[in-house]
Every structure is written in structure tokens, then in C-alpha cells.
Nanobody, 134 residues
């Protein structure tokens, strides 16, 4: 089992910044990707960013078009923590943000659509709320 705990959410004005953290514990060696997803009321879950956390390859980064250039995902392997630095926040970024971890086989490739889909992530955190006011 893998446990994920998010932190760093809050309220901010448009144009501001927040940094979310996701601390992973347990059998993290079983996973090779971690991602951030968000869901606003009445909307479908959206994959925001993801990072390869395995040991074989250089970390790959994946971003949704809606956040590219504004959000940055990174990891600190020594702390088993993944971060999402969010800048130039917009009211439409308001949502509950979830951290997830999963294992992706290499068959079929690791394209952005697959990695940000969410369906193959086995472990999820409880979420942290981000509210951006105009």
C-alpha cells in the first residue's frame, strides 16, 4: 500500500502562487508515476501534471495545456515528496487538488493523454482545496 498526504492548499487572489506538497509513504517502490489531478464542483476530474518517479529513466514531466507555463511539478526523492508549484493562478484553477500514484507499464507508451488520464493510478490522497478569487 501507498499512502499519500497532500498539503499546501488555500485561498489566494488571481495572479498569486501556491505550492502543493504530496508526501508519499509505504510501498512507493511499487509505483513509477505520481500526478496531480483536480476536480471542481460539477466538473469532471482533470489531470493537471505528472512526473515519472521510477528509477530507470530520467524523470519525464507531463502537463495539461490549461496549466502549461504556469505550473511546475517536481520531486524530492530523499523526502518521497512531489510538489506542484502553481503561479499566475486564475479563478478557473479553483478546485480540489488530489495527488495520485500508480504503476504504468511501458507497453502502449507513456504519452500525455495516458499519463494524465487518471484511470491507471492506484493510490489517491484525500485532496487539498485551492480557491482563487478574482
Amino acid at each position: 500500500q501507498v499512502q499519500l498526504v497532500e498539503s499546501g492548499g488555500g485561498s489566494v487572489q488571481a495572479g498569486g502562487s501556491l505550492r502543493l506538497s504530496c508526501a508519499a509513504s509505504g510501498s512507493t517502490y511499487r509505483t513509477n508515476f505520481m500526478g496531480w489531478f483536480r476536480q471542481a464542483p460539477g466538473k469532471e476530474r482533470e489531470g493537471v501534471a505528472a512526473i515519472y518517479t521510477g528509477l530507470i529513466y530520467t524523470a519525464g514531466l507531463y502537463y495539461a495545456d490549461s496549466v502549461k507555463g504556469r505550473f511546475t511539478i517536481s520531486q524530492d526523492k530523499s523526502k518521497n515528496t512531489v510538489y506542484l508549484q502553481m503561479s499566475s493562478l486564475k479563478p478557473e484553477d479553483t478546485a480540489m487538488y488530489f495527488c495520485a500514484a500508480g504503476v504504468f507499464t511501458s507497453s502502449g507508451g507513456w504519452d500525455r493523454k495516458r499519463i494524465l488520464n487518471g484511470a491507471e493510478y492506484n493510490y489517491w490522497g484525500q485532496g487539498t482545496q485551492v480557491t482563487v478569487s478574482s
